[in-house]
């Protein structure tokens, strides 16, 4: 028999009232209300294969069929052949591609590295996602190995991939991408060979020509909603992030404790924040291959100044750290997906690809200088992360902005 009697809890209620002025927006004696979505469909993959023309350190281009009316998402897959010694590196899918690009009508409308955008993206996965995902697309596996295995590596440049954001794991809806009608073109740029591999020289991957193809996840419901949905010249509009370089390729850090500085004139656009991606160099030759699988080395000093004027300031090696747990990065517990010094214009920056709350427009600013320092010599480049907002116009190209 309980012996609990909670009368003198209850009375109490009404003397802390002044603390209960805001409106109600829970019922907890209430079943939460259950929903519905608006529209009823299913999904069904789609392959493509690509000439055999693609191979490691070429570039084509592949045109998504006209015929397509909505896609939620595309994948370049590729048959990766087993090493003849070395191994694999984890996550070996993020070093087989360079770059890809969007364009339409023969005009560029988005482009990223592809290593950078998908990393940034598995920084906001916990242990268990990265794992899950890593092995579902991006060719990890328990141990490192030198076994032929399939990835699946997400097409990160489409205006509605969910590996443009960074939370992970969730239930937020990217929306479909209509291609009805539409000239859209995708150019790959391939890594060389050795990239994949733990050992680029000795024990770099065959050949992959007649390996590749595109994989597309097309939205299927009925025709009333499928022309509602893929039929979107004039309409379609989505706002999205661009990952855009401030520095020209790694920079030499050469001597620890000592301030480098990187100015740009006339800077456009909305940012978001301001990264510095950084590695130790043991070849010390800068070689970006070279960085692959390795953790980021954190400043110990990150500034931005507008025309002589300090804008913010990150003096200290606690302060950066202060700066990523506030805005809500942090590391998952993987050596090569900690995070990089970052300096944030917006509330709890690593949500704001998905709500606004707050950005840097410098059309006011002439000049913009970053100062960093590290605590021991490394290569550092500064990307800025900016709101870009992609339509598609009445004559159905699509076109970027950054105002």
């Keep these: 028999m309980s012996r609990e009697n909670p009368r003198q ?83 070996p899918a993020l070093y087989c591609v360079e770059e890809f690009r969007l364009l339409s009508n023969g005009v560029e409308v988005s482009k990223c590295n592809v290593k950078d955008q998908i990393r940034n993206y598995l920084e906001s996965l916990d242990d268990r996602q990265l794992r899950t995902f890593g092995e579902a697309y991006l060719g990890l596996e328990s141990g490192l190995s030198l076994d032929a295995r399939t990835v699946m590596i997400p097409i990160c440049v489409l205006p509605n991939s969910a590996y443009r954001t960074r939370n992970g794991h969730h239930n937020n809806s990217h929306g479909v991408f209509p291609l009805r009608g539409a000239k859209v073109e995708l150019q790959i ?43 979107m010249a004039g309409r379609y509009s989505i706002v999205s992030t661009r990952r855009t370089p401030i520095t020209t390729g790694f920079q030499h850090y050469a001597v620890p404790n000592a301030v480098a500085t990187w100015s740009l004139n ?19 030759n800068g070689d970006s291959d070279e960085f692959d699988g390795l953790p980021q080395v954190q400043p110990t000093l990150f500034r931005v100044t507008a025309d002589t004027e300090v804008v913010r300031e990150l003096d200290g090696a606690q302060r950066v750290k202060a700066e990523l747990w506030t805005n809500g990065f942090g590391s998952k517990g993987n050596s090569s997906i900690n995070s990089p010094g970052r300096l944030c214009f917006a509330v709890h920056a690593s949500e704001s690809d998905s709500i606004y709350s707050g950005a840097w427009n410098q059309q006011n600013s002439t ?17 800025a992360t900016q709101y870009e907002r992609i339509k598609i116009n009445a004559r159905g190209s699509l076109e970027s902005y950054l105002d």
């Design 266 to 284: 006339q800077p456009v656009g909305s940012i978001i924040e301001v990264e510095v991606l950084a590695y130790t160099d043991s070849d010390a």
């Design 367 to 383: 000049t913009v200088s970053y100062d960093v320092r590290f605590p021991s010599a490394c290569y550092y480049k500064i990307v």
């Design 189 to 231: 740029t391939m890594s060389h060979a050795g990239r994949p591999s733990e050992n680029k020289s000795a024990n770099p991957v065959g050949s992959i020509s007649g390996l590749c193809s595109i994989l597309l996840h097309e939205v299927q419901m009925s025709e009333p909603n499928v022309d509602a949905y893929s039929n």
């Design 9 to 91: 809890l209850i009375r109490s209620f009404p003397l802390s009232a002044q603390f209960a002025t805001g409106p109600i927006t829970q019922d907890k004696l209430v079943p939460a209300t259950f929903g519905r979505v608006r529209t009823n469909f299913c999904q069904t993959w789609r392959e493509d294969a690509l000439p055999s023309t693609l191979d490691w350190g070429k570039t084509i281009s592949y045109f998504f069929p006209e015929s397509l009316a909505c896609i939620s998402a595309a994948y370049l897959q590729i048959q990766l052949p087993a090493l003849s010694g070395s191994t694999y590196k984890d996550f």
